[in-house]
């Protein structure tokens, strides 16, 4: 590791902290804040978010190489962790921490969009089936009843076995078209019961039309469980990618990503395992973080959830 | 309820006809071509059109579509175009295999994950429970492949106490007794199950942690305490059973992660499965088998959102009478 | 006198908040006594700590965030309950002292028969065969005057209404014959009707069976007709006890006169007369007002009462320590006659 990659490291870690501490500082101010820092792991996702999404951008200056630069292939292959290559070197010399700081671009760039195709598709399709209802409403919830019965990953690898090499776009566009079932039937249920509220009965006696009313009125209101459904959905996406890359049918090499990683080195898993460890430990690491921030957004956009925890003596 | 076990049957068989359609739909209509050079072979376009013939995929869609519907009835799926041999004989080989790497797995991440979920809630907000909350959520969070891979190393490769791959051990396998045949298999299952039940595992024991919990501060616990019981028939008969329904419903949700899993699974420890069996058919665009694979798993989900149903309806009495 | 069942001195459970808002002191030194047979009513507004009286004399505080403090002293026949171990003290629990809630609606385990939920207790305190377990269950079932018991024995309680399940409650209570009952709110979730019923129902069990009752109410009227004595709640203290004619003839505290000025009553000369109600409301059990905890809603407040508090002061006229108050207005009587 040359000075420039420690010392943009650092500065990730510090810009990292100083995220979750200023998070923490202003906690106080609102009920929801207050809620979500209830959550002990809630902080510590915080930082692991802040620092990898920090990597991702700033991945030119914290990889000391690039993420495909062979090294030496002869003296520099299968490398254990040293001070010059913190996470090792690979099968073909590579630098295990460059790659991984690359592959953190990747891998978190197709969660993030995967899962906004998918919020999108999913909160959209429920939206309509909520407000219309009748036959659009039964047919497209026996779509995703039919969705729901299909294991995501068979429906990948179906779609994948249709398209030899599969253009990156186009995975990520379908990861997120298999993965927005569960949110539609979640929107739907909200406004099924919004709909009947007072200030949607307004804005249609108002003479807004079904989109308008949908697009203003409704989405908005159902935001809280799409926030938390998209937040426990960004670390599903990552492990389908990882499983899908693993198999040898995701991302295509040599770009690097989280999924491929771990494929590189399953093969030298007895003599390198380094290469195998370390990207998995970022996966488990980033999902973890998701997982913990989503429990806590739970909680925090979720005004009922307030009362359980006052146990006053009065309130008994 | 008899009305409600009907429609719920009747209910299931559309969906999985509806997967059948969608799957045939999709392989057939979408631009991939079996019998096209996948490498830099070159085949002779006669030759192509000779197997394109031998397996109907000249005929018109809804002919092709209608004699796989028919030959569905009588329970064959095909011919596989590359292992040579019907698909119903290489799902049949495969599918027991899946079973019980899932099922063992299902009966670990139930158990274990009941175990931790009630020890945890008795012990809620205290250093146990807060130790297994992180151990949980990190576990829930890992790629499951990539803890096979890490049991692989340590218990497989370094400690060597268990087998590296397979279903049982090829060479000594045939001629050992009953009884060491059975240990044999259970010595190959055993790191394989418990890298997807120890996953599952983790996440059952967030979500029974929470059901417990809810359930401890419910009245009729405080009554149950009121009476005088032992607080281990308190918290083991009259809030488990109570925290056991949300668990009914998660078993029913469980299949398809744990079929998801066991895809990768499978292919880590080389796990002669439904899995393996597909993963591998993609690469040789073998569309009978991946159809039919995708047709299984999909019944199995299914069935186990059905039996999930029928179970919970058995299970809360305020189901049973109403019957919806 | 009859013989003395329960002895309560100085009862003080605490509750600690989260994220250290302070200790909510819900229960600050309560002192009783209950003889067998007798009624004794708990009276007062939601908040004063009557709840949490009740469930502290059988430890069903949740600890933590709840303790008790020691100190506090709670004796059934000699035993002080608070230093018994937690298998005597289940011994007691549903057998010498049981207790019904207020809401039968959740008080009950949806999952199990009622006939299983009353035989359960006599299974584990009398060591009752499950087939005479059951028997008992109908019985009770029938006492509690539940029609048709030898079906109603099987059904889950979601099949029962409020009133019915409320019988089950007292069903299950009584199941072992214990010589303390304590019926926390036992009508508030009920229709007026239905709670006539189980009023009735609870004197007629207690006339059989000999058994005392501590009834909690924040409602003067239930009052009035069933108890033997009543206790006045505020703030987490007593603030005023006196036998039940006594206490309607002559209330002292002015949280009492208070109270009883918001009971309907059809005997009063002015029919159309507003009801009364007390101003404000009972302040958090986390910041009890200093002096007299009733002052800031109180119409007779002096400055005394702001910084001095009234310790328990004798009013009786008859036997000693019959009629207590918790007021300064004992000692200055002239000061009640400025009266808004």
Redesign the interface.
């Known amino acids: 590791m040359n000075l420039r990659a420690t010392l943009a490291l650092l500065g990730a870690l510090a810009l990292a902290l100083f995220v979750v501490g200023e998070a923490r500082r202003h906690a106080a101010a609102t009920p929801a804040r207050r809620r979500f820092f209830r959550h002990r792991p809630a902080a510590w996702g915080l930082f692991v978010l802040s620092f990898f999404v920090t990597l991702a951008i700033a991945a030119p200056w914290v990889a000391p190489y690039g993420p495909s630069v062979t090294l030496e292939i002869v003296t520099l292959k299968n490398q254990p962790p040293s001070l010059l290559h913190p996470l090792g070197t690979d099968l073909y010399s590579r630098d295990v921490w460059s790659r991984l700081v690359y592959g953190s671009r990747v891998s978190l760039s197709i969660g993030a969009l995967a899962m906004l195709v998918a919020v999108t598709v999913g909160a959209v399709v429920g939206a309509v089936a909520g407000y219309v209802r009748r036959w659009v409403d039964t047919a497209l919830m026996r779509l995703v009843d039919v969705g729901l019965a299909v294991p995501r990953i068979f429906l990948m690898l179906m779609a994948i076995a249709l398209w030899q090499r599969l253009p990156l776009a186009l995975f990520v566009l379908l990861i997120g078209l298999t993965g927005w079932f569960g949110t539609s039937r979640l929107v739907r249920a909200e406004v099924l019961t919004l709909r009947e509220r007072d200030f949607v009965a307004a804005a249609r006696g108002l003479g807004a039309g079904p989109a308008r009313i949908i697009l203003r009125h409704v989405l908005p209101n159902v935001a809280a469980p799409i926030i938390v459904s998209a937040a426990l959905g960004i670390g599903n996406v990552m492990l389908l990618e990882a499983g899908l890359s693993f198999l040898g049918i995701g991302v295509p090499p040599p770009l690097p990503s989280w999924g491929n990683m771990i494929a590189d080195g399953a093969a030298q898993l007895a003599t390198a395992p380094w290469t195998t460890l370390f990207p998995g430990l970022a996966i488990a690491l980033v999902v973890m973080a998701l997982n913990a921030v989503g429990d806590a957004l739970r909680d925090a956009l979720d005004p009922r959830r307030e009362a359980e925890w006052d146990t006053d003596g009065a309130t008994l | 309820m008899a009305t409600w076990l009907v429609r719920r049957v009747a209910?299931s068989l559309?969906?999985?006809f509806?997967?059948v359609t969608?799957?045939f739909l999709?392989?057939h209509l979408?631009?991939?071509e079996p019998f096209l050079p996948?490498g830099d072979t070159p085949i002779d376009p006669a030759v192509v059109a000779r197997l394109r013939h031998q397996f109907g995929l000249d005929q018109s869609l809804p002919l092709q579509y209608a004699k796989y519907l028919g030959a569905l009835a009588h329970g064959q799926l095909g011919e596989s175009f590359a292992l040579h041999r019907p698909v119903a004989d290489a799902l049949g080989d495969a599918i027991p295999n899946t079973l019980v790497l899932v099922g063992t797995a299902l009966v670990l991440e139930l158990l274990l994950g009941l175990a931790f979920g009630v020890y945890q809630a008795a012990r809620a907000r205290r250093l146990p429970d807060?130790a297994l909350?992180?151990a949980t959520?990190?576990l829930?969070?890992?790629?499951?492949?990539?803890l096979g891979?890490?049991l692989?190393?340590v218990f497989g490769?370094a400690l060597r106490w268990f087998p590296v791959g397979g279903v049982v051990d090829p060479v000594v396998h045939a001629s050992l007794p009953w009884a060491g045949r059975t240990a044999d298999r259970l010595w190959h299952l055993a790191l394989p199950a418990l890298t997807l039940g120890c996953v599952g595992a983790a996440g059952t024991a967030r979500y029974e942690r929470a059901a417990m919990l809810e359930v401890i501060?419910?009245?009729?616990v405080?009554?149950?305490?009121?009476?005088?019981?032992?607080?281990r028939?308190v918290v083991l008969v009259?809030a488990l059973?109570?925290a056991l329904?949300p668990l009914v419903t998660l078993f029913g949700l469980s299949?398809?992660?744990l079929?998801?899993g066991a895809?990768?699974v499978e292919?880590?420890f080389a796990w002669p499965g439904m899995g393996k069996l597909?993963?591998e058919?993609?690469f040789r665009?073998d569309?009978p088998v991946?159809?039919a694979?995708?047709t299984s798993?999909?019944t199995m989900?299914?069935l186990g959102s059905l039996l999930a149903d029928v179970l919970y309806a058995i299970?809360?009495?305020?189901i049973r009478?109403h019957g919806e | 006198m009859t013989e003395l069942l329960l002895r309560v001195r100085d009862l003080r459970t605490y509750f600690v908040t989260e994220q250290g808002r302070g200790t909510a002191r819900a229960v600050d030194g309560v002192s009783f006594d209950l003889h067998a047979g007798e009624t004794l009513g708990i009276v007062g507004e939601s908040g004063c700590g009557k709840t949490v009286t009740s469930l502290s004399l059988l430890r069903l505080i949740p600890e933590p965030p709840g303790h008790i403090l020691p100190g506090s002293f709670i004796e059934l026949e000699g035993r002080n309950l608070l230093t018994l171990a937690p298998k005597a003290l289940r011994a007691i629990r549903g057998n010498e002292m049981a207790m019904i809630f207020q809401e039968p609606m959740t008080s009950l385990n949806p999952v199990f028969t009622v006939g299983d939920q009353i035989a359960e207790a006599a299974i584990v305190h009398q060591g009752l065969s499950r087939r005479a377990a059951r028997a008992r269950a109908i019985e009770m079932l029938k006492l509690v005057g539940l029609p048709d018991p030898e079906t109603r024995v099987d059904h889950y309680p979601h099949q029962l209404s409020g009133g019915m399940r409320q019988r089950v409650m007292i069903a299950m209570a009584l199941v072992c014959g214990p010589k303390v009952l304590i019926a926390d709110e036992p009508t508030t979730a009920l229709d007026v009707t239905i709670q006539a019923q189980i009023l009735e129902l609870l004197n007629r069990l207690q006339d059989e069976l000999g058994m005392a009752v501590i009834l909690i109410t924040h409602d003067l009227g239930i009052v009035a007709g069933t108890v033997d004595r009543v206790l006045v709640m505020y703030a987490g203290q007593v603030v005023e006890s006196a036998p039940t004619p006594e206490l309607f003839a002559r209330p002292l505290h002015p949280y009492t006169e208070g109270l009883l000025a918001s009971v309907p009553r059809l005997d009063t000369p002015h029919p159309r007369r507003r009801l009364h109600s007390i101003p404000g409301q009972v302040p958090a059990a986390t910041a009890w007002p200093a002096g007299c905890r009733f002052h800031p809603r109180c119409p007779y407040a002096w400055d005394r009462c702001t910084v001095e508090e009234p310790p328990l002061l004798d009013a009786g006229k008859g036997e000693p320590a019959s009629h207590v108050v918790r007021c300064w207005l004992l000692a200055e009587p002239a000061r009640r006659t400025r009266q808004p």
């Open positions: 209910a559309a969906i999985v509806a997967v969608f799957t999709l392989l979408a631009p991939g996948s807060v909350g992180y959520l990190f829930n969070s890992v790629p499951t492949f990539w891979l890490l692989l190393l490769e501060n419910q009245d009729y405080r009554t149950a305490r009121a009476k005088g019981l032992p607080e028939r009259h059973r109570n329904l299949f398809p992660f079929l998801t895809v990768l292919w880590v597909t993963a058919a993609i665009r569309y991946v159809l694979a995708a798993a999909s989900v299914v299970a809360d009495p305020r009478v």
